[in-house]
């Protein structure tokens, strides 16, 4: 299928700010994401998810002088749901990228997902691998690589598990995303819940076959990713997927069982180790 080529398709960038947000990240993300692309977005909707620290605005500010900028302002914090959706609502055009605030946009990105974009137009969702790094006394340095399935069939088969477009990496169409009721609110996983909902309703999801970005990591990341909460609200959402269709009793249970021994018993510690070690290569 063709679509015509990339430089024919102009699209829009969603930016997602709240109150912890470093400036200087911010700063780099977007000119990773405008300045530093072969292929760069013609507008940025900025989302304000309430009060948002004063150098970060001005950031934005400065941006807005010579580009296209969107602001959504919400007075008090409602989420990531609730501020990608706004985001998507007011896009113009047919395709919108996702930038994460402190992650940086590799040089090729949007020219590789516009490529997939002119072959498949009918896709809903394209994304890709990422390169994790960490930053410590101003020094960055490189740590793994990650990919995802690239084809529509084996993103499905891999959506059974778990989720299978890494979220920052994502190019959105946003008629498909606004047809399934656009972003809703998820506890950590809104994205894996659109995903669920756009399959389901029979839309392909892609990944390009290479990494898109370099993606920031933390100690806190994969605290994050643990506790009763966490758990219980991806054993809902695997759930939700069976009902939908797309895994099985039998994954969802012992999907339950894995994730309660990752997410509840394991420390911190091993739970990063169990990710970066073994379940990436599963």
Not at 78 to 89: I, P
Not at 145 to 168: D, F
Request: with cysteine.
């Amino acid at each position: 299928m063709s679509g015509g080529n990339r430089s024919d398709i102009p699209f829009a960038a969603m930016l997602c700010l709240y109150n912890k947000n470093v400036a200087a990240e911010v700063e780099e993300a977007v000119f990773s994401a405008f300045g530093n692309q072969t292929y760069p977005p013609s507008q940025l909707i900025v989302v304000y998810d309430g009060p948002i620290p004063d150098n970060v605005a001005a950031i934005i500010d400065v941006f807005s002088q010579h580009n296209d900028v969107v602001k959504i302002i919400f007075d008090h914090c409602r989420g990531h749901g609730a501020a990608r959706a706004a985001a998507v609502s007011v896009c113009k055009y047919n395709w919108i990228a996702i930038i994460d605030a402190d992650d940086i946009s590799m040089p090729h990105r949007f020219e590789k997902l516009l490529d997939i974009v002119a072959r498949f137009p009918q896709a809903a969702v394209i994304g890709g691998g990422f390169v994790e790094f960490e930053v410590e006394n101003g020094a960055k340095t490189l740590g793994h690589t990650v990919n995802y399935p690239v084809t529509a069939q084996e993103v499905r088969r891999y959506l059974a598990n778990r989720s299978p477009i890494a979220q920052p990496t994502a190019m959105l169409r946003v008629a498909a995303v606004k047809a399934v009721g656009n972003y809703q609110h998820w506890f950590n996983n809104e994205d894996y819940y659109l995903w669920i909902r756009l399959a389901s309703a029979g839309y392909q999801l892609l990944n390009v076959s290479e990494p898109l970005i370099w993606f920031r990591t933390n100690p806190n990341l994969f605290a994050r990713r643990g506790g009763v909460r966490y758990w219980w609200n991806e054993v809902k959402l695997q759930y939700f997927s069976y009902e939908s269709g797309i895994t099985t009793l039998g994954r969802l249970l012992s999907g339950a069982l894995i994730r309660f021994i990752v997410q509840v018993l394991m420390p911190t510690k091993l739970r990063a180790l169990f990710y970066k070690r073994l379940l990436r290569k599963i």
